[in-house]
């Protein structure tokens, strides 16, 4: 339900004509999964996955309908869909259809848990149930609370970036040789490639690790430490010289001297006595105050932000976060990526069930080659 979409979504703010092929009637589940609503009664978490798109409804179930998703196949570049396994096949969209009749065609399929048992291809992958069988939960949450998930679908939106990476490397291949390929990514591999540390200690000890609340297990101080009146200020210091800077500025630069804090894996060690010393010094101001500070003597650390004032935060800094996209319509967080020659697409709103049906349903009835006008 995300993954698919916002791979396609970074395609189009690269430049890519997008086709989002729904089916009639409720369109991809997203559009129902609310509150919140936009005022126009769109969901917004369907908004936040779809803009740049034209939108196509198609019953993949009538002949015609399903011979037109696979005349739009034969004319893609790339084709990106997250069927259960074995599903596409029963409409003629299956790897080995599209790339008969498309040999140039890079066709990326997104699943759960991958293909290669019949386990694997029965199970069906939502974000929140791979948090819990991929381990990030385990090492998610307080130390004495219960697993919790993140608060976005994280597995999804890295699961969508590996997509992304996948198939332009395979059309950078296909634009050398005129081949295409199949490209296959799945929730689960996705996450635990992301585990990295917690991964790699885990199989460098064979010990699971646990959740450590905001601590990090192998960097001190690198978590969420109490300033005056209890409010959280986020702290990273990575190398003893910015530990060294870190407790000059707060008035202690003898901390970096004690044996118990002089190193990083003294630290870690002596956590919880660090914690204590810190936080008694910190008391003196708050989170606002010292991030000022530390960022004039280059300590990474700032407040723990609202999505409020994160966006606030990224308009100071000239990101320009949000982006109008039309009347009545959800603004847009501006796509992340910067590039000099060919900037991104500017935003366009997200597409009604089926809004382009008419127009794409004439293009698939002419030329090939025909070009289709600009997505406005």
């Known amino acids: 339900m995300l993954a698919g979409p916002l791979a396609a979504v970074t395609l189009a703010d690269l430049g890519a004509d997008v086709v989002k092929v729904e089916r009639p009637g409720g369109g991809d589940d997203t559009r129902a999964w609310g509150p919140p609503f936009a005022k126009d009664g769109t969901a917004t978490y369907f908004d936040a996955a779809n803009r740049n798109k034209r939108g196509l409804a198609l019953d993949l179930a009538d002949p015609d309908d399903a011979a037109a998703a696979r005349e739009l196949a034969r004319r893609a570049d790339i084709l990106i869909e997250n069927f259960r396994p074995g599903a596409a096949a029963k409409y003629g969209l299956d790897p080995g259809?599209?790339?008969?009749?498309?040999?140039?065609?890079?066709?990326?399929?997104?699943?759960?848990?991958?293909?290669?048992?019949?386990?694997?291809?029965?199970?069906?992958?939502?974000?929140?149930?791979?948090?819990?069988?991929?381990?990030?939960?385990?090492?998610?949450?307080?130390?004495?609370?219960?697993?919790?998930?993140?608060?976005?679908?994280?597995?999804?939106v890295l699961t969508a970036k590996d997509a992304t990476t996948g198939i332009l490397a395979a059309l950078r291949h296909r634009d050398r040789t005129g081949q295409g390929?199949?490209?296959?990514?799945?929730?689960?591999?996705?996450?635990?490639?992301?585990?990295?540390n917690q991964l790699s200690g885990r199989l460098a000890t064979g010990r699971d690790p646990v959740p450590m609340g905001n601590r990090h297990p192998s960097i001190a101080p690198y978590e969420t430490l109490a300033c005056r009146d209890g409010q959280p200020l986020a702290v990273a210091v990575g190398n003893d010289r910015q530990f060294r800077a870190f407790v000059g500025v707060l008035g202690a630069p003898e901390l970096a001297d004690?044996?118990?804090?002089?190193?990083?894996?003294?630290?870690?060690?002596?956590?919880?006595?660090?914690?204590?010393e810190l936080e008694a010094l910190l008391a003196a101001d708050t989170p606002r105050g010292w991030s000022e500070r530390l960022a004039a003597a280059s300590v990474p650390g700032g407040p723990v932000n609202t999505l409020s004032e994160a966006v606030k935060l990224a308009e100071r800094l000239g990101l320009d976060p949000v982006v109008?996209?039309?009347?009545?319509?959800?603004?847009?967080?501006?796509?992340?990526?910067?590039?000099?020659?060919?900037?991104?697409?500017?935003?366009?709103?997200?597409?009604?069930?089926?809004?382009?049906?008419?127009?794409?349903?004439?293009?698939?009835?002419?030329?090939?080659?025909?070009?289709?006008?600009p997505l406005v």
């Open 181 to 196: 390929q199949h490209v296959e990514v799945n929730l689960l591999s996705s996450l635990l490639g992301s585990l990295v």
């Open 97 to 156: 259809a599209t790339l008969a009749a498309n040999p140039g065609l890079v066709h990326c399929s997104i699943t759960g848990f991958g293909t290669a048992t019949e386990e694997a291809r029965r199970l069906p992958g939502y974000d929140f149930v791979v948090q819990a069988a991929g381990g990030l939960m385990s090492v998610t949450g307080e130390a004495d609370g219960p697993p919790l998930k993140a608060g976005v679908a994280l597995v999804d």
């Open 258 to 276: 004690d044996e118990r804090f002089a190193r990083n894996q003294d630290r870690v060690r002596n956590r919880d006595e660090l914690v204590k």
């Open 324 to 373: 109008p996209v039309g009347e009545g319509r959800v603004p847009q967080v501006r796509g992340p990526l910067r590039l000099s020659v060919t900037p991104v697409a500017e935003p366009v709103a997200p597409p009604r069930l089926d809004e382009h049906g008419a127009l794409l349903r004439a293009w698939l009835s002419g030329p090939a080659h025909s070009p289709l006008p």
